[in-house]
């Protein structure tokens, strides 16, 4: 046997055989970068042309078609009531994950809780916020300023760039009132955990950076998750 294959190999029949073979239906994969490789014709038709979609000016025309079904499915999805549950549950369990007290997250979710009900019969914030006083008046200012510049949750970032004014699809009752209940659940625990870390102490930009660290900022992606999520579309939600 030992003979017959470094006969084979000495004679320069295995390149005869791999021609062979490649004639018989095989394609060589070298020119998709795969040197060495082979695989059935039908097999690397499909390999050209995923490649050929995803590269090239090809590769911008499928991000966009990718982001417009995304953007469409995620805005929907927010209908469902254990999205919001879901985020409920999360925000609490991270809220707790960074150390909060309860009775202060308690005590920031009656403070937000009368904020909105204050801005909903279109009172202004400044009038809410003159109730308090000294230290008070400090830790809820504090916590408000960092709720609004620690970024957005799943909601805000599942509506961005995809509600249009004027379009049933993208701009509808049922989305609006989903995305205002959404960004109430997600501003509340933003709210909860910037009045903690204010009570402990912290000024608005440790207040910030802590809500920023437990609570993600889906708006605040970096380079290399933006390229990730132009091949996993559902990438960090």
Known sequence: LYGSVGYVVHDGAVVEKMKQYTEKGFESLEKI???????????????????????????????????RYTKFFKAYATLSPGFHVRNAIGNTFM??????????????????????????????????LAQFAGKELERVNTALRA???????????????????????????????????????????????????AVAGMDFNGATARVRRYLFDYMDVGSADEKIRAIVPFWMW
């Open 95 to 128: 809220i707790m994950a960074a150390g909060a007290s309860p009775k202060n997250a308690g005590r920031g979710l009656e403070l937000y809780t009368s904020l909105m009900k204050h801005v909903r019969g279109q009172g202004k914030v400044e009038d809410w």
């Open 33 to 67: 970068g795969l040197p060495g490789m082979q695989a059935p014709r039908e097999v690397y038709d499909i390999l050209t042309n995923v490649q050929r979609s995803t590269s090239g000016i090809n590769k911008t025309y499928v991000g966009k078609l990718l982001a």
């Open 147 to 197: 709720m609004e510049a620690a970024g957005g949750g799943r909601v805000e970032e599942a509506f961005a760039d995809f509600a249009r004014k004027g379009q049933r699809m993208s701009d509808n009752v049922l989305l609006r009132k989903s995305r205002q209940f959404g960004e109430r659940v997600e501003g509340s625990a933003r709210f909860m955990l910037a009045y903690d870390s």
